[in-house]
C-alpha cells in the first residue's frame, strides 16, 4: 500500500525496514495491558526528499571499518617490503667504510707511521 513521502508528497511503497513497536498501557481488571505492532519504515526514490530529509549527513565509517582498512594496508606493506629484512640491513661497501671517520686508535697509528 503506497503513501505519500513526508518530504515530497510523492507516492511510494517501498519498504526500507520492518521494526517492531511496543505498547503498553495501565493495567485492566488486574491485568497488564500490552500490544506489539509491525510497522514499516518507507523510503522515497526522489533524490532531493532524501537531501531535505538528511542535509546535514555525513558518512562515517565505524571504528571496525577504519581498523580493518589500516590492518590490511599495514599487512600489504610487511608483505612488499618482506625480501628487505630477511636479506638482512645492506652490505657496507669498501667504499662506504672507508667515509667513516677514523677510530682515534687508528688515527694515532697513522700519525706515527
Not at 503506497?2 to 518530504?7: L, T
Not at 532524501?50 to 599487512?75: C, E, K, T
Not at 662506504?96 to 671517520?101: D, V
Amino acid at each position: 500500500m503506497a503513501v505519500a513521502c513526508p518530504a515530497c508528497g510523492r507516492q511510494t511503497g517501498r519498504v526500507h525496514a520492518y521494526h517492531v513497536r511496543r505498547l503498553a498501557d495501565l493495567p485492566v481488571g488486574g491485568r497488564g495491558v500490552h500490544h506489539e505492532v509491525r510497522v514499516r519504515r518507507l523510503t522515497c526514490r526522489n533524490v532531493e526528499a532524501i537531501r531535505q530529509g538528511a542535509a546535514g549527513a555525513v558518512q562515517v565509517s565505524d571504528q571496525w571499518q577504519l581498523w580493518h582498512g589500516l590492518a590490511a594496508a599495514v599487512g600489504k606493506t610487511v608483505i612488499a617490503h618482506s625480501d628487505c629484512w630477511h636479506a638482512g640491513p645492506p652490505r657496507q661497501t669498501r667504499a662506504r667504510q672507508q667515509r667513516r671517520p677514523p677510530s682515534p686508535r687508528r688515527l694515532a697509528a697513522w700519525l706515527m707511521t
